[in-house]
């Protein structure tokens, strides 16, 4: 991806694909063939075994999400209505107890109900939808 950030003595498996704005702490490892989505980011050591969605936040070994990456959001300008979508759809993920299907159809049926939000939306629903390993959970 375009302006992502890989820290210091971070190992990337093959075919690791890191989207646009993503971080990677120092001294994180992800495991081959794994997907960080656009504007995520992990801590420092965190080992990444499954893919990583847009705006998440994780940490851990193994790594488990902690809530979006609200500060990288405001820095590129995101509005407080979008970084509050992208709460939402991470709410509808990791604390509403839903299956991924159910949470997919959920974040989906997010579609405009925030001014410029659909295409967030729709980055988190696509890379859903291609998940082959896994989500951090």
């Known amino acids: 991806g375009s302006h992502t950030i890989i820290a210091n003595a971070t190992q990337l498996g093959g075919h690791v694909h890191l989207g646009d704005w993503a971080f990677l702490g120092g001294l994180s490892g992800v495991h081959q063939f794994v997907r ?68 997919v159809t959920a974040i989906v049926a997010l579609r405009g109900s925030v001014g410029g939000g659909d295409i967030d939306v729709a980055l988190m629903g696509d890379f859903l939808a291609a998940a082959e390993r896994g989500i951090v959970r």
């Open 36 to 103: 960080v989505g656009a504007h995520a980011m992990t801590a420092f050591q965190t080992r990444l075994a499954h893919d990583l969605p847009p705006f998440v936040t994780a940490a851990g070994n193994p790594a488990a999400a902690t809530g979006i990456n609200q500060e990288g959001l405001r820095r590129r300008g995101f509005s407080a209505e979008r970084i509050a979508l992208a709460k939402r759809m991470h709410r509808l993920l990791y604390r509403e107890g839903l299956t991924l299907a159910d949470a």
